[in-house]
């Protein structure tokens, strides 16, 4: 699970939990590539990178970039949506 964190947010949970596993996995320090690595993929409208994205470097030379990719509800298998996107659509997470 990947969650977004604000530099306030990740602050007031170190101050509440300040050792452990969950600190110590905050505090690690992001990998100074990441932003090189989420520029060099190729975007398109299906296709999206955040630049503060997670990377997970292979044994060889590069690295895997989380990245965000657009998918219909039709290809998804799912019945068109008939409402105007101002409601909150229900989470199928896996």
Known sequence: MWI???????????????EGPLAEKLGKPVDPDTAAFAAAVQTSDDLEVDLDTIISRGDDDGAFVMTWTWVSNERAGLPPSNDDGEEFHQDHSI
């Open 4 to 18: 977004r964190l604000e530099k306030d947010e990740l602050d007031l949970i170190l101050k509440n939990i300040p």
